[in-house]
């Protein structure tokens, strides 16, 4: 009798499109076709939605960038397609720059607000025509999602320096992997009670490293994502695999190029 598979779980962290690095997320197209995960767990913040934000613009480059629609919305749906081309289960954590288009919303009152909310929601747009998809909203209950139930996926609780034990300390009892910080961190800890291992880590991002709005200021971001292999009786093992100019090894040795 053969051994069963274990359960291959693809973690991605914040994107950003427009502000994303092509080669990293081609990097990322080819480690899905290798891996064939069974399912794909976005942290949130795939799109920028720049457009939305209330920070002022620091450049003319910033005000051309780009279009909603055709720069941001509909280059996601095609990445997410192609996420979700081997009919696996695809859940979308929204991060705070989706919710960016939710709070424009609210700001312009009861009359226009919803109108335009139902428009560009990006919830609705992503999830039409697609089978197995699940959105976490930003607003929700602690707003994760249980990749088992003593592993949970969100967005982000902190961008201190010092996130990963941030994440820790008020997770308490689970482990948890997020986003939102662009780096990659982790903590573990051992339980000396009950001997369980928990962990906090980020797998950094698929963003470019300097762009527009940081090209003066230089950041300490690290491109990368994540695999969680869960086994029999829900135990799991994490993987963090850092790209690099676009390139990375995964945990078997392949070497993939984007």
Not at 109 to 120: F, I, M
Not at 157 to 175: C, E, G, L, P, T
Not at 199 to 225: D, E, H, I
Request: hydrophobic share 35%.
């Amino acid at each position: 009798m053969g051994r069963r598979r274990a359960k291959c779980v693809l973690v991605l962290p914040d994107l950003h499109i427009p502000h994303h690095d092509r080669a990293a997320l081609a990097c990322v197209f080819k480690a899905y076709e290798h891996l064939r995960p069974d399912e794909v767990v976005i942290l949130g913040d795939w799109l920028d939605c720049e457009q939305f934000s209330t920070h002022p613009k620091s450049s003319m480059a910033e005000v051309r960038a780009h279009r909603f629609v055709d720069d941001e919305l509909q280059p996601c749906i095609e990445a997410l397609d192609r996420l979700q081309a081997r009919g696996n289960s695809l859940v979308y954590i929204e991060g705070n720059h989706e919710q960016r288009i939710e709070r424009f919303a609210i700001s312009l009152g009861d009359g226009l607000g919803p109108e335009l909310y139902a428009l560009v929601c990006p919830r609705a747009i992503f999830a039409q025509g697609r089978k197995r998809f699940t959105w976490i909203p930003y607003k929700s209950q602690l707003a994760h999602y249980e990749i088992t139930p003593d592993l949970w996926a969100l967005h982000g609780w902190s961008f201190a320096k010092s996130a990963a034990r941030i994440h820790q300390d008020r997770a308490v009892s689970v482990s948890v992997v997020y986003g939102h910080t662009h780096r990659q961190q982790s903590e573990a800890r051992r339980d000396p009670a009950s001997g369980r291992v928990l962990k906090a880590w980020s797998p950094g991002c698929l963003c470019k490293l300097q762009p527009l709005y940081r090209q003066n200021m230089p950041t300490s971001w690290v491109q990368g994502f994540s695999i969680v292999y869960i086994g029999s009786g829900g135990r799991w093992t994490d993987y963090t695999v850092t790209i690099q100019d676009g390139e990375c090894v995964l945990p078997d040795g392949r070497q993939i190029k984007g």
